[in-house]
């Protein structure tokens, strides 16, 4: 591929996505410099060696709203260490939150039922925004595998066998959880004559107007990765579970971090690709995206230069560059012959995360080497 097809380093994309060290320090908000308390599923664990991942990390405002939540209970929720007696708390020496070994032990359920109050708590008083609310989809907070609270929730789901509980979607930016979201791009063709589809928001979307993969969205709890890949394709651009089961290929993960004020937002993408038969096939017609979402404005054919193109002009929304860049590394259309960077661009889609994420996807992924 011509090195003309790359106007600047596809870094400095990544970069306005993403813009803080991949080695920075967890426990230091990397704009505000505010320390971000550990949030694990009992005390327990955040006294292991090694040390484990937290679910979460929380700032002092959400820890100011967890103290006031919990002495306003009947019952113990949330722990607290150090603590300087039954009744005291000091917020400047937190080091640590977690649950209840109590309340952990009366289950997942539980947990979420706590955690939906004190989302409500926070709702009561102005310290969390509308947005917590305003996507009612169920996610899953996941914690280390190693955590000493498993032995009493073993048996209760079977999906991510790391799943501590489940929140709210807008309730995860308060406490940094890690979201796992499920991606794909539709493509025919190869080399200079690929072309890959594109979906164009609706207008009342978020990111309305902007370009974005051909589908894609969270995986909510209880759906698999493919469950929930199968569910957005049909959703979204009519791809029928056969079809996806046809030629839909799972080719690897991304993990990347959003920037909101708040916290960084860890992500974890997990891609397929869908390669269209040739024309000439039964199936090519039923392989094309059509709209059946009102998210969805329209689907658009684009040649690898227009891909670029719409890259470097800033069209896609922020969550999609990084897997339009995976999928140009993937399929020789960035080497390391036109991509000076690459380096740091691989290190950046392969961040290390700070919090727990579903354990099955810990091996190292052999696509970047």
């Not at 009561?124 to 996610?139: P, W």
């Not at 940094?176 to 794909?184: E, K, L, P, R, V």
Request: charged fraction near 25%; hydrophobic fraction near 40%; include cysteine.
């Amino acid at each position: 591929m011509s090195d003309s097809l790359y106007k600047a380093s596809l870094l400095d994309l990544l970069l306005e996505v993403d813009p803080h060290p991949h080695n920075a320090d967890p426990s230091i908000h990397p704009v505000t410099k505010q320390r971000l308390i550990p949030f694990h599923l009992v005390q327990a664990d955040y006294h292991l060696s090694p040390p484990i991942k937290p679910m979460g990390r929380i700032n002092p405002d959400v820890l100011l709203e967890m103290i006031a939540f919990e002495a306003n209970r009947h019952f113990p929720v949330f722990t607290f260490f150090p603590r300087l007696s039954a009744k005291e708390v000091v917020p400047q020496a937190v080091r640590c939150v977690a649950f209840d070994p109590d309340l952990v032990k009366a289950g997942r359920k539980a947990l979420a039922m706590a955690m939906e109050a004190l989302v409500w708590f926070m709702r009561g008083r102005g310290s969390m925004k509308k947005r917590a609310f305003d996507r009612e989809d169920i996610f899953s907070v996941f914690a280390d595998p190693r955590s000493t609270a498993f032995a009493d929730l073993q048996g209760e789901m079977a999906v991510w066998d790391n799943v501590g509980l489940t929140i709210f979607r807008g309730s995860t930016y308060c406490f940094d959880t890690c979201w796992i979201g499920a991606t794909m791009i539709v493509y025919e063709g190869e080399g200079r004559d690929m072309k890959v589809w594109v979906q164009k928001r609706s207008a009342h979307t978020s990111y309305g107007g902007m370009l974005d993969t051909t589908v894609g969205g969270a995986v909510e709890t209880e759906r698999t990765a493919w469950e929930g890949m199968a569910k957005e394709a049909e959703e979204e651009a009519n791809l029928s579970e056969s079809i996806m089961k046809e030629y839909a290929r799972f080719v690897g993960t991304l993990n990347f971090q959003l920037d909101p004020k708040t916290v960084p937002k860890p992500l974890v993408h997990l891609c397929f690709d869908l390669r269209r038969p040739e024309p000439s096939f039964s199936d090519y017609a039923a392989t094309q995206p059509q709209i059946c979402d009102d998210e969805v404005d329209c689907f658009i054919p684009m040649s690898i230069p227009e891909i670029q193109e719409s890259l470097q002009q800033r069209k896609f929304q922020q969550s999609a560059v990084p897997d339009l860049i995976f999928f140009l590394f993937r399929h020789g259309f960035i080497t390391r012959e036109n991509e000076p960077q690459i380096d740091e661009i691989m290190a950046r889609c392969q961040r290390e995360h700070h919090v727990a994420f579903p354990h099955r996807l810990t091996e190292i992924d052999r696509v970047w080497q």
